[in-house]
C-alpha cells in the first residue's frame, strides 16, 4: 500500500492511499530506503536496465523480431542518439553495452503514462502501469523492483498540492499527451520505503505473510542488540489498574 500524508500539529492527516505493486520475492524485492522526491515525468521513455535487456528481452528479439516494433522499442547509442530500425548487430551492441534500448511513450509503454523520480542508487522509482488489473491480487510482487501504483493521478494531485497551476485536469492532459516532459517539484518530497509484516487497524493485530523474508533479520538484529544492551541500572515502570 501506498500512503500520502501530511503531518499537522502532530497528527497524520492521509490525504491519499492507494494499493502498490513490488518487487518479486524470489528475484527482485524492492529495496528498503528513504529518499526525495524531486522530479514527476508525464509520458516517460522507459530505458531497460541492462540487466533486464541481456536475461529478458535480447532473447525475446532474437527469437521475435517483430516484438521490437510491437512494443515501440528504440536503439541508443553511447552518445544518446536514437538508432532507428532493428538489427541483430544492434542487439549485439546492446549485448556489449554500447547501446541501450528504450521504449517510447505510448499505451503499452511499461512505465504507463506517469513516472516519480526520487534519485537513488538502486533507480527505484513509483510509476503507471499498462497492466492495471493485477491490482486486483491480494499479493502483488510482480515488478523488477521499482512501484507500481494504482491511482496515479491521484498520486500526482498529492505531490503538486502546492502546484495549483496543475489542476487534474492539466495532469491528465499531460500524461496522455505521448510526449516526454519532465517537471520539479517545487519543494522535495520525502519518501519512505518500509517493510511490515504485523499492522495495528482499528484496534487490532494483523499478520502477514514474510514474502522478503525480512523477520529473521530483523529478530537476529534485535537479539544481537539486547545481548549488547545490559545497563548497569534498571528502572522498571509497570501500569497497575484499579477497580
Not at 513490488?22 to 515525468?41: C, N
Not at 505510448?106 to 527505484?124: M, S
Not at 517537471?183 to 499478520?207: C, M, S
Request: charged share 25%; proline share 7%.
Amino acid at each position: 500500500m501506498l500512503s500520502g500524508y501530511h503531518v499537522r500539529d502532530g497528527r497524520i492527516e492521509i490525504k491519499t492511499a492507494m494499493k502498490v505493486i513490488v518487487g518479486t520475492a524470489r528475484k527482485s524485492p524492492t529495496p528498503l530506503f528513504d529518499a526525495e522526491m524531486r522530479f514527476i515525468e508525464f509520458s516517460p521513455y522507459w530505458n531497460v536496465p541492462p540487466s533486464i535487456a541481456r536475461s529478458e528481452t535480447l532473447p525475446r528479439l532474437r527469437s521475435d523480431p517483430g516484438y521490437f516494433d510491437r512494443q515501440g522499442f528504440e536503439f541508443v547509442d553511447s552518445e544518446g542518439r536514437v538508432i532507428s530500425g532493428f538489427s541483430g548487430a544492434n542487439l549485439d551492441a546492446v549485448q556489449r553495452g554500447q547501446m541501450r534500448i528504450r521504449q517510447k511513450p505510448g499505451a503499452g509503454n511499461a512505465l504507463g503514462d506517469i513516472k516519480f523520480v526520487f534519485p537513488n542508487k538502486d533507480n527505484i522509482y513509483l510509476h503507471h502501469t499498462p497492466t492495471p488489473q493485477l491490482f486486483k491480487r491480494d499479493r502483488r510482487d510482480f515488478s523488477h523492483g521499482c512501484i507500481r501504483v494504482e491511482a496515479p493521478v491521484a498520486l500526482a494531485k498529492f505531490v503538486l498540492a502546492d502546484a495549483p497551476e496543475w489542476s487534474e485536469a492539466r495532469i491528465v492532459q499531460a500524461m496522455r499527451k505521448g510526449k516526454s516532459t519532465t517537471i520539479r517539484l517545487q519543494e522535495e518530497l520525502p519518501v519512505v520505503i518500509a517493510y511490515h509484516t504485523a499492522v495495528v487497524r482499528d484496534g487490532r493485530v494483523y499478520f502477514f505473510p514474510d514474502i522478503y523474508r525480512q523477520d529473521p533479520l530483523l529478530d537476529a538484529v534485535l537479539r544481537q542488540n539486547r545481548l549488547a544492551f545490559r545497563p548497569s541500572h534498571t528502572i522498571n515502570i509497570a501500569a497497575e489498574s484499579t477497580r
